[in-house]
């Protein structure tokens, strides 16, 4: 049975020019009510309605769909300009010491470059409209700060653990190699790949009112929940539904939920800041979700990690074992047969290695232009 009910939601004069998807709950038990606020990340219009809506809520409990090592990270980012957040320049060895782990990460090179520059073009930072939230509400009384979010480790394990069990590591090799994937999600996004493409190419001219003002209205489309909202509805068809969609969004959604009723327990009021895409989910599941549910979600896969690891382990040692295998056999055969393999040892090692600087070289270009785009963002700015 669920314990919640939609009182009169939000007053008409906040909903006008609203971008935010905004929920009214209450605590069947005991009344106490929750704004859930629906955002688009990086849209200012979002961090906007948050303000608006935490100023008329003047809530108790402020919850924010962060982790604690995220809210720690962004605590600092209270007030500050996008400015602070330009990627260092890593051809100096102390900045490229510190920046050492981000450059691993693969999440840093298929997200966080993107969202560096569309943080340049929107003058924010990813997480704003979260701090906007605890910023607003702490103008008015000493508010408690919730981060209720599952750590952004848990959720990118589980996803990289599903997918490697539910799909297969040789699946989706092949799919992303035949762009097999991608060509059932993109006709669903298509105008979202044309505006990227589009402020790809308006990110290499020189910056002038017109270029910016157009650069600025796609990233505000790019931001925007509704034109992504085909991504998820694709990827459930497919069979990467379990492998992306249910730890990405199903589980923390029952996270979420979970943690804002536990809130609504003992606060008479509070507003919890989460993405447009979870308001749903958290409204059906509000006073539904077990603790059993949560313990599930935020179960760090142990066991399919040490599986995951000693597949790959034992598969980088096939090609090490192959080459001895194939060495001392044509060492043993002699002529012709040694003359080749080191003729194939050569052009293995030949293309490994060109292989490996052309990818190193692309990767470091889209860093640099990124930065060379960051500053003559910087250098508009301040002429202006």
Known sequence: MKTWIRPPSLPDNLKEGAVCRAETLRNKTNGNTVHIVGVSHMSLGSREDVRRIVKWA???????????DRLDVLSSAIGRDWEASVIPDITKFENLRIMAPTLLSPTFWLVGLQLSRMEAILQTYDGAEQMAAIEEAQKYREVKVYPIDTPVSTTLLKCATSLW??????????DIYTNDV?????????????YSSRLDDLMEQKITPETYQEMRSISEKLADWDGWRAVLSALEETVYLKGIVTPLLRERDSVLAYQIHKVSEMAKTSVAV????????VAEKFGVTTLADVEN???????????????????????????????????RRGGNAWKYFRYARAAWFTTSTAGSLYWMHKLYGKYTSTRSFQMRMMEYRSER
């Open 182 to 194: 991608f060509g059932k999600i993109l006709p669903c996004v298509a105008e979202v790949e044309a």
């Open 274 to 281: 989460v993405g447009a895409a979870h308001v749903e989910g």
């Open 58 to 68: 003047r809530p108790d409990c402020c919850l924010v769909e962060l982790c604690w």
């Open 297 to 331: 979600a935020q179960r760090v896969p142990t066991t399919e990690l040490y599986t995951m690891a000693a597949q790959i382990f034992a598969c980088t040692l096939v090609t090490p074992g192959a080459a001895l295998f194939a060495q001392r056999t044509a060492r």
């Open 165 to 174: 069990f539910e799909v297969g590591p040789v699946k989706l090799a092949s």
